[in-house]
């Protein structure tokens, strides 16, 4: 195994693709965090409606109202303005004032039942006397008709805790492009590895077939050591491939943490629990348009973010949780070229076969795809971030099975490529 990965190390062909890979990431790294200068850290408040409300039912409730809704529209401005001028404490609590009434709005103006659909109502309520907030449900009577459209308090929910953990940690809001010893790892996991990683498994192993067949003719001639050469082989290809990804990641976490240190590590991402916990596909069909809004390290499309399935994730935990779809990934991509090698004699028909039928399994499922056939295409899920955060229609946990599924397949297959098929 170790002779494996030191020999693919020492030829020039390899080091020329890892060279032109580091490239390519140290050119990421230095745009991304051009434009993190320029990006807001969080989408706008989105305000309090007041079509709904009569001053007919008591005009004067109604006159306090009103100016509780410009204190709100107050509160808004002054947030706006300390994110301008990178006030973040002050910005932060602003956003959770905001947000808390905003959320408690959406409540009071619904007509779902509040104890089946409100979901963290609690949590708003305890945020509510902890900042001293006024409680709106006293202007329930002047609502003349309730809403139907009731998704607004997710997003407004969502913000407030959101900004409430980094208040209480201590965090500054950073932008979706941010890079730093804790995100650089999750920005070269969904920019640059989606693509790169299947071409970097297949430049870099479509030669083995002709470097290995000497040794593979006496080696799958003995049959004790037939069964543990095949899986040797594997676990040393998918090693020699993760250390090139993962080992120049680990120098720019070590290079950035005097700059910026590792404080965000504890930084909040927002998740999409259903798809993390079960087979949950987003069924949004007859949209005509994705919007993404931005919400610090996630950018999601709105009617992902304005759903109750978003829950606060530190970091650290999503870094480790794409880390792990990515090992599965190479393993599934290392699989793959290894049969298709098996089963063709000419190694440039087997490379470009296995890139034709990863390039037409992701044109059939673009990331923004909604098409429920894909949850079975493993390309679905070859950006494990997009799954695990909400942006893809397609789960982290579908994600898993669905790629392990694949990978133990074309173990079974490989297997039996080196018992039926001649070197």
């Not at 602003?94 to 905003?102: A, C, M």
């Not at 009577?141 to 980094?166: E, G, T």
Request: charged content about 15%; some cysteine.
């Amino acid at each position: 195994m170790l002779f494996n990965i030191k020999s693919n190390l020492k030829r020039k062909e390899n080091l020329i693709l890892v060279v032109l890979f580091i490239i390519c990431e140290i050119a990421l790294l230095f745009i991304l965090n051009t434009k993190s200068f320029t990006e807001s850290p969080y989408q706008t408040s989105l305000g309090i409606s007041i079509a709904s409300v009569s001053q007919k039912n008591d005009p004067k409730l109604y006159q306090e109202f009103m100016d509780e809704v410009n204190l709100i529209r107050q509160a808004i401005d002054k947030s706006e303005q300390d994110g301008k001028e990178k006030n973040w404490k002050s910005y932060c609590e602003y956003k959770v004032k905001v947000s808390v009434l905003e959320a408690q709005w959406y409540m009071v103006t619904s007509n779902m039942p509040n104890d089946s659909y409100f979901e963290h109502a609690d949590v708003l309520e305890e945020l509510r006397k902890e900042y001293g907030l006024p409680d709106l449900s006293q202007y329930e009577k002047l609502i003349v008709q309730k809403s139907n459209d009731n998704n607004l308090y997710f997003c407004s929910m969502q913000q407030a805790r959101y900004f409430d953990y980094l208040l209480k940690h201590d965090l500054t809001p950073i932008t979706y492009s941010y890079v730093d010893a804790s995100s650089v790892s999750l920005q070269i996991a969904r920019y640059i590895l989606p693509v790169v990683l299947p071409l970097l498994v297949g430049l870099l192993l479509f030669q083995q077939r002709e470097r290995r067949a000497k040794t593979e003719k006496t080696i799958l001639t003995i049959s004790g050591v037939k069964r543990k050469y095949v899986r040797w082989n594997l676990i040393s290809d998918v090693l020699f491939v993760l250390l090139v990804v993962f080992l120049p990641i680990l120098v720019y976490m070590i290079v950035l943490v005097p700059f910026k240190g590792v404080s965000n590590l504890i930084y909040p991402v927002l998740y999409y629990k259903p798809g993390f916990t079960g087979f949950h596909y987003w069924d949004t069909q007859g949209l005509d348009h994705i919007e993404l809004v931005a919400s610090g390290l996630t950018n999601m499309s709105v009617n992902q973010f304005t759903t109750p399935g978003m829950e606060l994730m530190p970091l650290w935990q999503c870094t480790l949780f794409v880390t792990f779809g990515l090992v599965l990934s190479t393993t599934f991509y290392v699989l793959l070229i290894t049969v298709l090698s098996k089963l063709m004699k000419n190694k440039y028909l087997s490379l470009l076969v296995f890139l034709v039928v990863l390039g037409l399994c992701s044109f059939a499922s673009p990331l923004g795809n909604m098409q429920k056939i894909n949850t079975f295409n493993p390309m679905s899920y070859r950006d494990f971030g997009m799954n695990l955060l909400g942006t893809s229609y397609f789960g982290y946990f579908a994600g898993i099975v669905i790629v392990g599924l694949y990978s133990v397949i074309l173990y079974l297959v490989s297997k039996w490529c080196a018992k039926k098929v001649r070197v």
